[in-house]
């Protein structure tokens, strides 16, 4: 009954080993309900508006959390 995410606080790898921290990415993908990165939204931790934005994507109120 729980809906889980992961937030992320990356960049976007172009490096050689970028393959490592893909598959890392497509662990927690198949594990979680979500997987929010911060370089592909545009909000880093901590700003507030990163755990609204996961709130809404999630569709849950943060007296559920």
Request: proline share 5%.
């Amino acid at each position: 009954g729980f809906r889980t995410c992961v937030l992320a606080d990356g960049w976007v790898d172009d490096g050689a080993a970028r393959f490592l921290r893909a598959r890392l990415l497509q662990r927690l993908r198949s594990r979680f309900d979500l997987l929010l990165e911060s370089c592909r939204i545009g909000m880093r931790k901590p700003d507030p508006r990163i755990y609204s934005y996961a709130l809404a994507a999630l569709r849950a109120e943060p007296r559920e959390v």
